[in-house]
């Protein structure tokens, strides 16, 4: 999955399945969710159809809800592998709960319900996406992301922004959530790169598994993990304009890039 914003839409990529609102019981399967702005004077395409041909999507495939507010006061909190979006609407709350993981047919009614149970505030418009990977689904990530991504939201609701807000579940000194920005991180310039560029940090390839990238390392806390801190990939800035231009652009992409300078 890959999410970025255009064209006054928050975008997710990549997808196989989504359950929740608006969608058929059961689920279904879609490549692309939006958070998809209500135009303000075009009742005449609903407002997901309409933000599907802006991004150049195919609407068949694309699933999505309406929202009146700036897409970019959206909240995106990572936990493990689970990623969640959450916005405070008008009158409602809008969660959409990522793993990359399968979900298994007979369990989206619980995971849906789960979900619902472990936010602060029921939200008022609730989906379930995945990328199908494969069995290994958790719902402690899941859950916990989803509750901090509607928790934040709602803390932010009246706030302007200009991108979604990113935080991330660290164990560092205690169990925390840490908001993470490009201007303000205290890490910078953590690759020791001239014109290091973090347009991309956190990583969407996370983990890559790619060798000649990174490494698997065995983590005190939490078994193998995939460490990064020899990658400068998505650093350089030739690559991180092409990933800005490309949002779907696959690594083997961006290592071609890359070997081009
Ligand atoms: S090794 Fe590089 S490309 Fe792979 S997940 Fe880490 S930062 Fe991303």
Redesign the pocket.
Known sequence: MRYYTKEGALLLRGLAFAAGTDLPPGGAAVRSFLFAPVPPACPAMPAVELAARRAGLDSASTAGLPVSVDVNRAVVTQYDGAIAFALADRDRVILVAWTPFSVPPGEVGTLLEGLRRSCPVPPGALVLASDAGGPGLCTGPLFEAGAAAVAEALARRDRAATAPAFLIYSRFGGGHWVEWSPEACPYYPCHHLEGQRCDHCY?P????R?PS??DEVVSSTSGAV?N?SR?T??HLPVVADHLNRNPMAS?AELKRVASRR
Do not use: K, R, T, V
């Open positions: 990583c390839f996370y983990p890559c790619d990238l990174g995939w990064c990658c990939l998505l690594l």
